[in-house]
């Protein structure tokens, strides 16, 4: 998911911005004065008047697509207005509505400098879609789509965000979202369909976090692959077992996809999205020593033949001093 800039902010019908930059819409303002202002309320009024009146003023985040009917979207905006039982995740604990606060007056301005930067390593960056911020009340972090009008558009559930990040995650964070937006657009038609094949989404998903730490070396694996707090070290000495796992779903979609990138399900033995620090040292493993901008630009049906000869190499190399060796002797 894992998903998340230089223009002017928005409440509600964002203007293409200038230079090729994203169109962002920041809905946080609105947002916190709407829950000041219906402070007191009952939860379900407080429900109901966030879908009735609050969400219409904000379709392009609050779409259908999205969020479903006003009367599903009611409910689950029930669970972000009510004092009395704070949004939580498992191992992340609750919302502290400070952190929310303050992570949610910064994210706009977060994410202009990292747009800027982004583009800095990428000139040829262009953005084309949609840019939401607001709260999902825990739907997802990032979420991109193609609404029914043909507008290409990326949400983020700042709500979420503060639940699984601190400030000082934010530019790895955008920086990772930023480049699946830069590598859609480079591969364009070539995409593979359907997109949650499990060898493309171990290059896509690991390449973007391998981006995420290229830009911003002085932080570690874990740093940037960031759920669970310990997926980096529950995977040192598995690397074997999970590429053998990879190799026999890779042409996979679906469940398969499910069980090794997504954070709700897990491969027999492994931690939720195995997959992702599996896909950071193939993407490790492919570009050290090399541009980025050349990274970018592998073709789907080279990235498959490359995925299984790494999977391949792993299953029988393992990780030496968190490097897969050129060569081994096996087992």
Avoid at 63 to 76: C, I, S, V
Avoid at 184 to 205: F, H, N, R, T
Wanted: charged share 20%; with cysteine.
């Amino acid at each position: 998911m894992a998903a998340l800039f230089l223009a002017p902010l928005f409440l509600a019908h964002p203007a293409a911005a200038a230079g090729g930059l994203c169109r962002v819409d920041d809905l946080m303002p609105a947002y916190f004065a709407f829950a000041d202002r219906t402070q007191g309320q009952p939860p379900s009024e407080r429900a109901r008047a966030f879908a009735a009146h609050f969400a219409p003023l904000h379709r392009a985040f609050y779409d259908p697509e999205a969020f479903g009917t006003e009367a599903k979207l009611r409910k689950t905006a029930l669970k972000g207005l009510d004092p009395a039982r704070p949004l939580s995740l498992a191992g992340f604990g609750t919302l502290k509505p400070a952190h929310f606060r303050a992570l949610g007056r910064g994210i706009g301005a977060a994410f202009e400098k990292a747009e800027q930067r982004f583009k800095t390593q990428f000139p040829d960056f262009r953005c084309d879609l949609y840019v939401g911020f607001g709260p999902s009340f825990l739907r997802f972090d990032g979420h991109g789509f193609t609404a029914a009008d043909g507008t290409k558009r990326m949400l983020f559930g700042v709500d979420t965000i503060a639940l699984l990040h601190d400030e000082k995650d934010m530019p790895a964070f955008f920086a990772h979202e930023l480049f699946h937006i830069h590598h859609a657009q480079v591969m364009g038609a070539a995409l593979p369909k359907p997109d949650d094949l499990v060898w493309w989404s171990l290059w896509e998903e690991g390449l973007a976090t391998y981006v995420s730490q290229r830009m911003h070396p002085e932080l570690d694996a874990q740093s940037v692959l960031w759920f669970p707090k310990d997926l980096v070290a529950r995977m040192q000495g598995q690397e074997r077992d999970a590429a053998r796992g990879l190799l026999a779903d890779i042409d996979r979609t679906g469940d398969a996809y499910g069980r090794w990138f997504t954070s709700g399900e897990s491969a027999p033995g492994f931690p939720p999205r195995a997959g992702y620090y599996i896909g950071y040292l193939f993407a490790r493993d492919a570009g050290e020593g090399k541009p980025l901008s050349a990274l970018t630009n592998i073709p789907p049906s080279q990235v498959r033949q490359m995925a299984r000869a790494f999977l391949t190499h792993l299953a029988q190399c393992g990780v030496m001093r968190e490097r897969v060796p050129r060569y081994c002797a096996g087992p």
